[in-house]
T-cell receptor, first 110, second 117 residues
């Protein structure tokens, strides 16, 4: 089955800096790669996603890049703000199920 | 538009008991998936329901079972609870069914926190 590795496990940045979270996957059949933000006591919130026919997608301060050959994808957050502090999960899917990474705790200090 | 809702919010059970968790899908969504999230881990897929039938199952034993109703809401049942079943149980709904190419776009509810003592 699919296996997703996510790094780093924790990331601390200063407000205004950029943050990058990286994931690798194992199943070449996977074609959908969403990113979720999970705040304490809440369910995961879909923040951006990318499909395998696209190399990059951007939504305001958030961008995701995908390298299908190398089987890795990354989340980029620019101009970080304290409210970006949360746990971020990447996931990969080839059919209906999502396989998640173990998460990255992002801490943005004012 | 109402998002995914789950009940109860929290639940405490003892080992060996049975539990039922409930989920109402987002308006217009016909596919429901259940995930288990242990503390400090990513969600793990339990199973998915579409048109009231199970459509895919993760690596969970048969004591984890589910239902989907005609209004697309769903239940997760766990029998013979074990201590390791303590986790956040998440329900996610999708706007399109299997085979559409967009059925993996999933929106999560707030979860039910289950504690087994």
């Amino acid at each position: 089955g699919e296996n997703v590795e996510q790094h780093p496990s924790t990331l601390s940045v200063q407000e205004g800096d950029s943050a990058v979270i990286k994931c690798t996957y194992s199943d070449s059949a996977s074609n959908y790669f969403p990113w979720y933000k999970q705040e304490l006591g809440k369910g995961p919130q879909l923040i951006i996603d990318i499909r395998s026919n696209v190399g990059e997608k951007k939504d305001q301060r958030i961008a995701v890049t995908l390298n299908k050959t190398a089987k890795h994808f990354s989340l980029h957050i620019t101009e970080t703000q304290p409210e970006d502090s949360a746990v971020y999960f990447c996931a990969a899917s080839g059919y209906s199920t999502l396989t998640f990474g173990k998460g990255t705790m992002l801490l943005v200090s004012p | 538009e109402t998002g995914v809702t789950q009940s109860p919010t929290h639940l405490i059970k003892t080992r060996g008991q049975q539990v039922t968790l409930r989920c109402s899908s987002q308006s217009g969504h016909n596919t429901v998936s259940w995930y288990q999230q242990a503390l400090g881990q990513g969600p793990q897929f339990i199973f998915q329901y579409y048109r009231e039938e199970e459509n895919g199952r993760g690596n969970f034993p048969p004591r984890f079972s589910g239902l989907q109703f005609p209004n697309y809401s769903s239940e997760l049942n766990v029998n013979a609870l074990e201590l390791d079943d303590s986790a956040l149980y998440l329900c996610a709904s999708s706007p399109r069914g299997p085979g559409t190419g967009a059925d993996n776009e999933q929106f999560f509810g707030p979860g039910t926190r289950l504690t087994v003592l």
